[in-house]
Each structure stands twice: as C-alpha cells, then as structure tokens.
C-alpha cells in the first residue's frame, strides 16, 4: 500500500511546520538541495531524488540514504519526484521563496499532474486541488480562496460568505480568492476538478481526510 509522502524542497522551509508534519507522516522524500534543509538536523530522508545540482555534503548522502540521479533538463526537481514515485497524497515543503516563479512552478504542477494529490504548505498558507465534490468542516469565519487553474463551472456550493454557485471560473475571467466560510459546513461541487483552495495551514488535517 502505498503511503502518504513528505517532499522537502530547496526554498524557504519553516521547520516548525515541517517537523510537525514529519513526525506523523512517512516516507521523506527529498528533492535534490532539499536535503541541505535536514543535514544540521540530523534527519535522513528515504530518499533523494534530483538533477543534485543543488545537494550539498553528497559522499555522506550516499552512505545514509538512496539518491537517485535525474540529470535531464527538461523537468524541475519536484516533477522528478513525482514521476519516480507513488502516493495517495503528497505534502510538500520549500517550493516557495523570495522569488515569484517558485510559485509559478507550484501553479504548473498542480495544473500539469492532475493524477497526483499535492497540499503544498507556503509560509501560514496551504495550497490544494480541490476534487469536483469537496465537502469539509472549517471554524466559521475561515479564509478559503479559490482559484481556476483552467475553465470550471460551480455547479453548486454552501457555506460561504459570497456564493459562487453557477459561476464559470477561469483565470482572466472570474477567481474566488479571498471567500470565507459562514457556516461550519462547506460544499462546492464543480463540472471539472481544476479549482485550487488556498486556506490556512493549521487546517491541514482537515484537508488531509477530504483527499484521501
């Protein structure tokens, strides 16, 4: 069976977060540099997979853990992770920064590899596709944006503050950032799965179950 995965990148990583996370779920996987985050630590990740462009301290690497060398060019260290390895649901720390087209990569991820569920934590926020029925329960009065990552009809939803229910996201169209939950109880259903939800962190475990 086949677990859920903690990736760690070679961007900003607020260790607090992740350590809290790494603690309950396992296997680790780091993209290349990303294991520079977890040398001083002393954690070893199960993996390390990358073009090791960026992976410091590689003769002691080599001797804790597996390191899979992907020299090509045309994939970014993360999607190597991906296309080399299977999980319900992948979270994933250190694909942001200072600079914007991390989070450019982070959009064209979740775009590109429909077929994997990815909770990317950026700094206080979580990033998410959100399946075409998504039903959760969130404290009312929760931040949760909503994003078209391509064309979507909002069949129908409840429990936020502004409605969107028959709403034809697309980007350059109609997004929904910035709604918020007015009751405990949330549902939106759309015609095809190409929403992200942006929410708060500390709501992970929430997110968690509505993805597996």
Same mark, same amino acid.
């Given at each position: 069976?086949?677990?859920?995965? $903690?990736?760690?990148? $070679?961007? *900003? %990583?607020?260790? !607090? ?14 993209? !290349? ?7 001083? /630590? ?27 060398? %992907?020299?090509?060019?045309? /994939? $970014?260290?993360?999607?190597? %992770? ?19 087209? *991390? $989070?450019?990569?982070? @959009? *064209? ?28 329960? =969130? ?5 949760? /944006? =909503? ?7 909002? =069949?129908?939803?409840?429990? @936020? ?24 109880? %949330? ?6 799965? *190409? ?18």
């Amino acid at each position: 069976m086949f677990e859920i995965t $903690t990736i760690i990148g $070679t961007g *900003h %990583v607020n260790m !607090d977060q992740f350590l809290s996370i790494y603690k309950k779920v396992r296997p680790l996987v780091a993209a !290349d540099g990303g294991a520079n985050h977890l040398y001083d /630590s002393g954690i070893v990740p199960d993996m390390i997979i990358g073009d090791l462009d960026s992976l410091q301290n590689k003769e002691e690497w080599k001797q804790k853990t597996n390191i899979i060398h %992907v020299p090509d060019q045309d /994939s $970014t260290d993360l999607e190597k %992770v991906l296309l080399r390895t299977e999980a319900p649901l992948y979270l994933a720390f250190g694909f942001t920064g200072d600079r914007f087209d *991390h $989070t450019l990569e982070i @959009l *064209h991820v979740l775009s590109k590899y429909r077929n994997k569920q990815i909770i990317f934590f950026v700094e206080d926020d979580i990033v998410f596709r959100i399946p075409k029925l998504w039903n959760i329960e =969130l404290p009312i009065g929760t931040r949760v /944006s =909503l994003y078209p990552l391509h064309k979507t009809k909002i =069949l129908k939803s409840s429990g @936020l503050k502004w409605p969107v229910d028959e709403l034809e996201m697309r980007q350059g169209h109609i997004i929904g950032t910035s709604n918020e939950t007015t009751n405990e109880y %949330v549902m939106i259903e759309q015609d095809e799965p *190409h929403l992200i939800g942006v929410t708060e962190w500390k709501f992970h475990d929430k997110i968690i179950a509505t993805l597996l």
